[in-house]
């Protein structure tokens, strides 16, 4: 079996993780999101059944799924019930990626390389199953003016941006276009393939 290199992407809200996700995709990266792998545990019944006892039935959509704004709004306005929320999703999170990919490995012509954003990558120790790291920042201006969410709080938990670099192998200030975010991507890509 052929374990793919194990890339994580991490940074700030609206450094642009999403899209340099989406470059690694387009140069040949196997590649899931943390938020996807939520969203699927979201919709477990006994994920679901586990938060609704939590925070209450305030939580549950019309269609009787969980209403991620209102999850939202009850853990970013009280910080334990965020830090049960994190506490009860990121080993499921880390199990899940897991599983992928050593499903990737299992492939009869796995990928190269597999990609994963994990927005609080160093915060939750999740550093330490990645073979590398890469690091987007920008300006928090620049941040601010991409991202529709409150920064404020969820920043102040975070590492700072100077710690993550140090930490990281691969480190881009995102002040540029697409096109330059996708020739970093490349980059990266040509080296880990070598």
Same mark, same amino acid.
């Given at each position: 079996?052929?374990?793919?290199?194990?890339?994580? #992407?991490?940074?700030? *809200?609206?450094?642009?993780?999403?899209?340099?996700?989406?470059? @690694?995709?387009?140069?040949?990266?196997?590649?899931?999101?943390?938020?996807? #792998?939520?969203?699927?545990?979201?919709?477990?019944?006994?994920?679901?059944?586990? *938060?609704?006892?939590?925070?209450?039935?305030?939580?549950?959509?019309?269609?009787?799924?969980?209403?991620?704004?209102?999850?939202?709004?009850?853990?970013?306005?009280?910080?334990?019930?965020?830090?049960?929320?994190?506490?009860?999703?990121?080993?499921?999170? +880390?199990?899940?990626?897991?599983?992928?990919?050593?499903?990737?490995?299992?492939? +009869?012509?796995?990928?190269?390389?597999?990609?994963?954003?994990?927005?609080?990558?160093?915060?939750?120790?999740?550093?330490?199953? @990645?073979?590398? #790291?890469?690091? #987007?920042?920008?300006?928090?201006?620049?941040?601010?003016?991409?991202?529709?969410?409150?920064?404020?709080?969820?920043?102040?938990?975070?590492?700072?941006?100077?710690?993550?670099?140090?930490?990281?192998?691969?480190?881009?200030?995102?002040?540029?276009?697409?096109?330059?975010?996708?020739? @970093?991507?490349?980059?990266?890509? !040509? !080296?880990?393939?070598?």
């Amino acid at each position: 079996m052929t374990r793919p290199v194990a890339v994580a #992407i991490t940074g700030g *809200i609206g450094a642009g993780k999403s899209e340099a996700l989406a470059a @690694f995709a387009r140069h040949g990266a196997a590649t899931v999101s943390s938020d996807e #792998i939520v969203h699927e545990l979201l919709r477990r019944p006994e994920v679901r059944e586990t *938060i609704v006892e939590r925070f209450g039935n305030g939580v549950v959509g019309p269609d009787g799924e969980l209403d991620r704004g209102a999850v939202g709004t009850v853990v970013f306005n009280d910080r334990g019930a965020l830090e049960w929320l994190e506490g009860l999703l990121h080993p499921l999170v +880390s199990a899940e990626y897991l599983v992928w990919r050593e499903q990737l490995g299992e492939l +009869s012509s796995p990928p190269r390389v597999c990609v994963t954003e994990v927005p609080l990558l160093y915060e939750s120790g999740a550093d330490e199953r @990645f073979d590398r #790291i890469v690091v #987007i920042t920008a300006p928090e201006g620049v941040r601010r003016a991409r991202s529709e969410v409150a920064t404020d709080e969820r920043e102040r938990r975070l590492l700072p941006d100077e710690e993550k670099v140090r930490r990281a192998d691969y480190a881009y200030l995102n002040t540029g276009s697409l096109a330059e975010l996708d020739e @970093f991507v490349a980059s990266v890509m !040509d !080296d880990l393939t070598r």
